[in-house]
């Protein structure tokens, strides 16, 4: 029988932040012409004579550097767009080049010093061990966000943190399949403000005007969001 395998959740992972970051900035700030020309002469690294074309080579490589990080934005981009859309179906187990893109140094660091596997799957960091294949740690980790997932959903129950509003003793309750997928699709956070704290399922359009308890028409919002909605459809 095989060793029990060890799933740990690292933390939510931004990369929504990580994609907006590869967004290209303003240029940054150079010196002028005039003013690299005066800084060369100034620290004696051209002349009189050569001076001109010492210049030219210093912008022209300037404008090769800008266009190579432009170009590195824009892969980058590519592979965290592609990383979102796989991660959001099943787990990526992650190369050195997507944590890379995905975390800053001092992250990546602390990942490779726990010498193990790291998943992502639907924005949360899973790190594993055990002897497994790749598809079964995959596998496992879909278990363990459904076991996440179902616990949340109990805990809501227990402290009557998920009804949106005192509910008609008639009123039929959402099924649960339909507060499962609702909580897959919001990510277990507010669908406005992104909180995970005191969460409550809301129809967008109320049942009093003909809304049904469907995925389509519910979402997670917090308690303050879910207040300030009213009875305002959006």
């Keep these: 029988m095989k060793k029990k395998a060890k799933i740990e959740r690292l933390e939510v992972c931004a990369i929504e932040t990580a ?3 590869t967004k290209p900035g303003p240029p940054p700030e150079r010196e002028t012409r005039e003013q690299t020309r005066l800084r060369l002469l100034i620290k ?3 002349s009189d004579d050569d001076v001109d074309a010492v210049v030219d080579a210093e912008i022209k490589r300037r404008h090769e550097w800008d266009k190579e990080w432009c170009q590195e934005l824009r892969e980058r981009r590519k592979r965290l767009v592609a990383l979102r859309r796989e991660s959001q179906k099943n787990p990526v187990h992650l190369n050195s080049v997507q944590l890379e893109d995905l975390l800053d140094s001092e992250k990546v660091e602390n990942c490779k010093r726990l010498r193990r596997d790291v998943y992502l799957f ?14 079964e740690f995959k596998i496992l980790i879909r278990e363990e966000a459904d076991r996440e997932s179902a616990y949340f ?12 509003e005192p509910l008609p003793l ?24 992104g909180r995970r704290e005191k969460l409550e399922y809301d ?3 109320p049942v009093a005007e003909g809304g049904g308890s469907t995925a389509r028409n519910i979402e997670l919002l917090c ?3 879910n207040r300030s909605k009213g009875r305002k459809i959006t």
């Design 203 to 205: 129809h967008i359009i």
């Design 44 to 46: 004696g690294e051209a």
């Design 19 to 21: 994609i907006d970051r």
């Design 170 to 193: 008639r009123r039929e309750r959402i099924p649960e399949r339909v507060r499962v997928a609702v909580w897959r699709r919001d990510q277990g956070r507010c669908a406005r403000c």
């Design 122 to 135: 639907r924005n949360i960091l899973y790190s594993v061990e055990g002897p497994y294949s790749e598809p």
């Design 153 to 164: 959903q109990r805990a809501c129950g227990r402290h009557q943190e998920c009804a949106s």
């Design 223 to 225: 308690e303050r969001c």
